[in-house]
């Protein structure tokens, strides 16, 4: 399979398998960003196989149609919305048409994220500001303009990463990010508590993604090896030696979105075969 056609499947594998799906969402209302690709399309199409009405948020608007065009064609209740996580007035909008369209959010996903390298030597600050801003000050500030909007019980998930719980020499801004959404989960967790809403960090290990193909081409590069490679390298990483599926990691966030998980808050849950071990 090309690079390019893993690009465009991985996330549906889930949804496409047949088998049961259960219905644990029916009549939620969820808002995903970063749905465009990846996760966040595994995440926005495993919620709306499961009931819930999505609406899925992106700087690529038209990827974003195309998914919710996709769960319409297959009875579900989606709409795309352009957003940029990195400015105010595009997360406020963003959230004021998902409010207008649904008259609340039971579920936000924060999923959202930029990687990249940023050396200690590297005088230039724009990559760290960047990743600063879109894996972590962007969960804080999508978070205070959704709140408002939130159901009594309501479901916050915020994409952190097993980075967020080691360092990687050279990803200072992804790995201080992510520590970050681990700290930002817990606190936002205590203060939503009397409103029964649950706050929780999913931290996934090497997933099949952009983003992921990007750090396997460097592993392989570093071997003088092909992307191929690299992905192998990544795989063995973990005990259960093998890259994730972004579907595995949407299995996760439907099950902390339903009243399965009404109990489980201010948690950073690891989704990598093993690598990381309490």
Wanted: hydrophobic content about 45%.
């Amino acid at each position: 399979m090309s690079e390019e056609d893993l690009e465009s499947t991985a996330p549906l594998r889930a949804t496409e398998e047949k088998g049961a799906v259960p219905r644990r969402l029916v009549e939620k209302v969820a808002f995903v960003t970063g749905a465009s690709r990846g996760i966040g399309e595994a995440i926005s199409r495993r919620f709306a196989a499961e009931g819930a009405r999505v609406a899925l948020g992106a700087r690529n608007l038209g990827a974003c149609e195309r998914v919710a065009a996709e769960i319409r064609e297959t009875g579900g209740d989606a709409i795309a919305i352009e957003c940029d996580v990195t400015l105010g007035l595009s997360i406020s909008n963003a959230v004021a048409e998902v409010s207008a369209r649904w008259g609340r959010i039971d579920i936000l996903v924060n999923n959202a994220g930029q990687g990249g390298p940023t050396p200690l030597d590297d005088p230039d600050d724009s990559r760290w500001n960047s990743i600063i801003a879109t894996n972590l000050t962007a969960v804080f500030r999508v978070t205070r303009e959704a709140v408002p909007f939130l159901s009594q019980g309501g479901r916050i998930i915020n994409l952190s990463s097993v980075v967020g719980r080691f360092g990687v020499a050279g990803l200072a801004a992804y790995s201080a990010s992510k520590h970050g959404v681990i700290g930002l989960t817990r606190t936002l967790a205590l203060e939503l508590a009397p409103r029964q809403i649950t706050v929780n960090a999913v931290c996934p290990g090497w997933v099949e993604s952009e983003m992921a193909r990007e750090g396997f081409r460097q592993i392989g590069r570093m071997k003088g090896k092909s992307i191929d490679d690299g992905r192998e390298a990544a795989a063995r990483m973990a005990p259960l030696g093998r890259v994730l599926d972004p579907a595995e990691v949407a299995g996760l966030a439907a099950y902390l979105a339903s009243d399965d998980a009404k109990s489980i808050t201010g948690q950073a849950i690891v989704i990598d075969g093993g690598q990381v071990m309490p």
